[in-house]
Nanobody, 122 residues
Framework: QVQLAESGGGLVQAGGSLRLSCAASGRTDSTYAMGWFRQPPGKEREFVAVISRSGGITYYADSVEGRFTISRDNGANTVQLQMNSLKPEDTAVYYC???????????????WGQGTQVTVSS
């Protein structure tokens, strides 16, 4: 089993920045892909970004491309999401995910964190 714990959420004004972090513990050898999904209020969960184990492959949702950067530290078993130029529509609960495949679909990720709230005020 893999346990994922997010941190770094909070309240920020539009145009500001936040950095989310996720620490993995347990069977981290199974975490080929790690990434982030989010669920805005009243909406379905959506893909944000994902990174391969080596860090050489990353995918981003069109809505965050150029503003968010995902990175990974395998030595520390962590994945980070640097979020810049935040917009009110980025408001959501952000979930850290891990799994065996690199994809934008949620079904592949068999490990999910509890989520951290990000609120962007206008």
């Amino acid at each position: 089993q893999v346990q994922l714990a997010e941190s770094g959420g909070g309240l920020v004004q539009a145009g500001g920045s936040l950095r989310l972090s996720c620490a993995a513990s347990g069977r981290t050898d199974s975490t080929y892909a790690m990434g982030w999904f989010r669920q805005p209020p009243g909406k379905e969960r959506e893909f944000v970004a994902v990174i391969s184990r080596s860090g050489g492959i990353t995918y981003y949702a069109d809505s965050v491309e150029g503003r968010f950067t995902i990175s990974r530290d395998n030595g520390a078993n962590t994945v980070q999401l640097q979020m810049n130029s935040l917009k009110p529509e980025d408001t959501a609960v952000y979930y850290c995910v891990a799994g065996p495949g690199l994809t934008v679909g949620a079904g592949v990720y068999n490990h999910w964190g509890q989520g951290t709230q990000v609120t962007v005020s206008s």
